[in-house]
């Protein structure tokens, strides 16, 4: 059963903690992406990566961080220095290359500082 | 900087009319642009989507209009169900670039039966 999956699907964290959310896909795909959905603001893209071991930022990158170590996975670190993490967190895939431009989208996961 | 600008935010729609959601954009540069729905506390799933070589693309009730002099782009839902009652995004991306897609604001779309 291929697709994205991402964990876990609500997140509690308190103030001035470091908290990761997990995405992993099995589809094959290249291209991994982050993004951050708020009310009323769509997507916003926080991180992508083409390869692994590569990375690059994206429109609001500012107190998160990535790695990618493995095609499969691409895991999201939300910092302290995040000023307002609440937020519900989308991890994207897709083959990259021209004419293959779907992208496809895993669960979410909700994240809520206390 | 909005790259992509949807209209309107939110949508109301008996069942049965027809659901009308549009998108503008700037960069001529962009050569794919999908739409994709969204159901509360789900990930978004690929809707349907149109490259600026056509200006239809339609599959079973969902159409895209595309107005390349324009730069824009519309969703159509035709014979709008109940079922259909979910957000709505607009996107565009180059697909020589990353892949990145630039996303519209989003159109709550509620059917009344």
């Known amino acids: 059963d291929g697709g994205i999956t991402q964990s876990p699907k609500y997140l509690f964290r308190k103030e001035g903690q470091n908290v990761t959310l997990s995405c992993e896909q099995n589809l094959n795909h290249d291209a991994m992406y982050w993004y951050r959905q708020d009310p009323g603001q769509g997507l916003r893209l926080i991180y992508y990566?083409?390869?692994?071991?590569?990375?690059q930022k994206g429109d609001i990158a500012e107190g998160y961080s990535v790695s990618r170590e493995k095609k499969e996975s691409f895991p999201l670190t939300v910092t302290s220095a995040q000023k307002n993490p609440t937020a519900f967190y989308l991890c994207?895939?897709?083959?990259?290359?021209?004419?293959?431009?779907?992208?496809?989208f895993g669960p979410g996961t909700r994240l809520t500082v206390l | 900087q909005q790259q992509v600008k949807q209209s309107p935010q939110s949508l109301i729609v008996q069942k049965g009319g027809i659901s009308i959601i549009n998108c503008a954009y700037e960069n001529t540069a962009f050569d794919y642009f999908p739409w994709y729905q969204q159901f509360p506390g789900k990930g978004p799933a690929l809707l349907i989507a149109i490259r600026p070589d056509v200006s239809e693309k339609k599959e079973g009730r969902f159409t895209i209009s595309f107005n390349k002099s324009a730069k824009q782009f519309s969703l159509h839902i035709m014979d709008s169900q109940p079922g259909d009652s979910a957000t709505y995004f607009c996107a565009a991306s180059i697909a020589s670039g990353a892949n990145n897609l630039f996303f519209g604001t989003g159109t709550r779309l509620t059917v009344i039966p």
């Open positions: 994207a895939s897709s083959m990259f290359g021209p004419s293959t431009d779907t992208q496809y």
């Open positions: 990566s083409q390869i692994v071991n590569d990375f």
